[in-house]
Nanobody, 127 residues
Framework: QVQLVESGGGLVQAGGSLRLSCAAS????????MGWFRQAPGKEREFVAT????????YYADSVKGRFTISGDKAKNTVELQMNSLEPEDTAVYYC????????????????????WGQGTQVTVSS
């Protein structure tokens, strides 16, 4: 089992920044990568960004490219999401998740490719 704890959410005005953090504990030796998803009220959970430890490759949703940056520390089993130029449309609960080992690139965006999830942290962007 892996436990994930997110932090760093909050309320910010449009154009502002927030930094989310996620720490993994438990059976972390097999973690292949970690990512962030978000879910707004009445909407499906959507992919935001992921980092694979091997090679440090990062992947982003088109909606956040150029504004969000994912980073991580494999040794510490932590991942962070720096969010800049926030927009009201970014308002959602943000979830940290562990990528299933061996997931190929087309599967990176699919929540079914992640098998452990945090409890979520609320991000609210006011206009």
């Amino acid at each position: 089992q892996v436990q994930l704890v997110e932090s760093g959410g909050g309320l910010v005005q449009a154009g502002g920044s927030l930094r989310l953090s996620c720490a993994a504990s438990g059976r972390t030796f097999f973690i292949y990568g970690m990512g962030w998803f978000r879910q707004a009220p009445g909407k499906e959970r959507e992919f935001v960004a992921t980092i694979r430890w091997s090679g440090g490759n990062t992947y982003y949703a088109d909606s956040v490219k150029g504004r969000f940056t994912i980073s991580g520390d494999k040794a510490k089993n932590t991942v962070e999401l720096q969010m800049n130029s926030l927009e009201p449309e970014d308002t959602a609960v943000y979830y940290c998740a562990v990528l299933v080992p061996g997931t190929r690139i087309p599967g990176i965006h699919d929540p079914r490719s992640y098998d452990y999830w945090g409890q979520g942290t609320q991000v609210t962007v006011s206009s």
